[in-house]
């Protein structure tokens, strides 16, 4: 590491300028996270975390009134401490019992297919625990721009699917876009990730997971400018393929990369041997590299 880099040391860690930047602009991207969230947030993207991969959040959210304090950071607003019962009460994860009916037939049979943005407290609680209890993966939080979708054929409710936040590196996506380490600090926030997919175990319509990817891609980045105030320029996202094959991906016209390294986001020290994942990008604006790239002004517009 470049010593004139480092500003001070804090419970073990050398704080860089490039760590201030990273927390500045984090806040800059993602000006409604509350302070809890931004502190997560800022422990993921600037690796401080524990061998197993936890956020070191007690230590982080010591540094940042610190550094605040010193002129170099702005954070969130603190908001007005609750009683413990309130507490408990907020912080409790709800889940309520999700099943249904079988769901069999042609895709054309239940067409068209749509996706509705979960509103309501009592839809985000049915979507959590929808996710929660069919997902491989669960219900895990996420950080920074996310919305929450089911996927749907009138009134009924055929899966789930959730955007959020781009993976902050990742070297296949870089080399392909042509990005260096300034571009992606400046426009990660024009990719978006699918990070949740679902369609729910009593749904057996053939080609339905290949025909929500296609209304994804025409319906998210609308619901994003209305939402966020910008539509993203490219969508991507991973598959296990310990699990799946991605066919459905492929034939809704996604791009892949090739595979990660096997390693989550956050182990620097190459300790952790994880599934490796295929790497799948999808092209919202035709011009997507040359907005990542600030070749051309970006405009705040979503695709017809």
């Not at 209304?215 to 400018?225: E, R």
């Not at 094959?245 to 190459?270: F, M, P, Q, V, Y």
């Given at each position: ?37 931004f502190t997560a947030t800022v422990c993921e993207l600037i690796g401080w ?68 943005i979960a509103q309501t407290s009592e839809e985000r609680i049915r979507w959590r625990s929808y996710v929660e209890k069919y997902h491989r ?168």
């Amino acid at each position: 590491m470049n010593n004139s880099n480092v500003i001070m040391e804090y419970s073990g860690r050398q704080i860089t300028v490039e760590d201030i930047e990273m927390i500045c602009w984090i806040r800059k991207r993602y000006p409604r996270l509350s302070r809890l969230e931004f502190t997560a947030t800022v422990c993921e993207l600037i690796g401080w975390v524990t061998d197993a991969g936890n956020p070191k959040s007690s230590q982080c959210g010591e540094l940042l009134p610190m550094l605040e304090e010193q002129g170099l950071v702005e954070l969130p607003p603190l908001k007005e401490k609750m009683s413990q019962a309130q507490k408990g009460k907020k912080h409790k994860k709800k889940i309520v019992e999700v099943n249904g009916e079988e769901i069999e037939g042609s895709l054309k049979e239940f067409e068209p297919i749509t996706l509705r943005i979960a509103q309501t407290s009592e839809e985000r609680i049915r979507w959590r625990s929808y996710v929660e209890k069919y997902h491989r993966l669960g219900d895990r939080k996420v950080f920074g721009a996310q919305l929450q979708y089911y996927i749907t054929s009138g009134e009924k409710e055929l899966g789930c699917l959730q955007f959020s936040a781009a993976s902050w590196a990742l070297e296949a996506r870089e080399k392909w876009i042509g990005w260096s380490l300034e571009d992606r600090k400046k426009r990660l926030n024009l990719i978006v990730n699918i990070s949740r997919s679902l369609i729910f175990p009593w749904v057996r319509i053939k080609n339905l997971v290949s025909k929500s990817m296609s209304v994804a891609v025409k319906t998210v980045p609308k619901d994003w400018l209305r939402t966020f105030c910008y539509a993203p320029v490219l969508m991507e996202t991973f598959v296990d393929l310990n699990y799946y094959t991605g066919i459905s991906l492929k034939a809704s016209n996604w791009i892949c990369l090739g595979e990660t390294k096997g390693r989550g986001r956050n182990d620097r020290k190459h300790e952790k041997a994880l599934s490796r994942k295929a790497i799948y990008m999808y092209p919202l604006q035709k011009d997507f590299r040359a907005y990542l790239k600030g070749e051309k002004q970006y405009k705040v517009v979503a695709p017809e």
